[in-house]
Antibody, heavy 117, light 106 residues
Framework: EVQLVESGGGLVQPGRSLKLSCAAS????????MAWVCQAPTKGLEWVAS????????YYRDSVKGRFTISRDNAKNTLYLQMDSLRSEDTATYYC??????????WGQGVMVTVSS | NTVMTQSPTSMFISVGDRVTMNCKAS??????VDWYQQKTGQSPKLLIY???NRYTGVPDRFTGSGSGTDFTLTISNMQAEDLAVYYC????????FGGGTKLELK
């Protein structure tokens, strides 16, 4: 059974950093592109970043370029999102998702990130 | 960025209804469109990929169609378990989601 389990969320002050992790199991992690998708409270879904199977190619939405870094450790079956210079508008639930074609076929349960002083 | 505009934003429906919702892309995205279902308090689930391909295990009452800029998700014979918010996604360019269509009971 495919499982994606996020961790690392919490309350953080504006300008500070946070690192999210996503532990994958039930499939060959290194064979799939992976992504982070967020959802602000009561709002819709927004793609945040994607990474290729080997980690050599990364892609970001404009609003997080230069602040967020997606990475992966295929030996540990884990996806990461390093979030720096956090802003209040980054407050959201962050989902780890597996790429299917270029969409997403499996999603984690999500982890909440709250940016507030 | 490619903007995906969903309509309507909400619908009041009855069990057994045929439901149609739409998604319009701001530029040609071919058939690079998915549809997702998100129930309250849950993660999204993939229903349709490549505009018209039903994902594994998705009931055949869900049908996707369209290409280019106009896409449709149809639910024939609506069930109570289908109450949710539905999102379209284009991935012809950097992925962008529509704003969602919420289905509620009359």
């Amino acid at each position: 059974e495919v499982q994606l389990v996020e961790s690392g969320g919490g309350l953080v002050q504006p300008g500070r950093s946070l690192k999210l992790s996503c532990a994958a199991s039930g499939f060959t992690f290194s064979n799939y592109g992976m992504a982070w998708v967020c959802q602000a409270p009561t709002k819709g879904l927004e793609w945040v970043a994607s990474i290729s199977t080997g980690g050599g190619n990364t892609y970001y939405r404009d609003s997080v370029k230069g602040r967020f870094t997606i990475s992966r450790d295929n030996a540990k079956n884990t996806l990461y999102l390093q979030m720096d210079s956090l802003r209040s508008e980054d407050t959201a639930t962050y989902y780890c998702a597996r790429h299917h074609e270029a969409g997403f076929d499996y999603w984690g349960q999500g982890v909440m990130v709250t940016v507030s002083s | 960025n490619t903007v995906m505009t969903q309509s309507p934003t909400s619908m009041f429906i009855s069990v057994g209804d045929r439901v149609t919702m739409n998604c319009k892309a701001s530029q040609n995205v071919g058939t690079n469109v998915d549809w997702y279902q998100q129930k309250t308090g849950q993660s999204p689930k993939l229903l349709i990929y490549g505009a018209s391909n039903r994902y594994t295990g998705v009931p055949d009452r869900f049908t996707g169609s369209g290409s280019g800029t106009d896409f449709t998700l149809t639910i024939s014979n609506m069930q109570a378990e289908d109450l949710a918010v539905y999102y379209c996604l284009q991935y012809n360019y950097n992925p962008t989601f529509g704003g969602g269509t919420k289905l509620e009971l009359k």
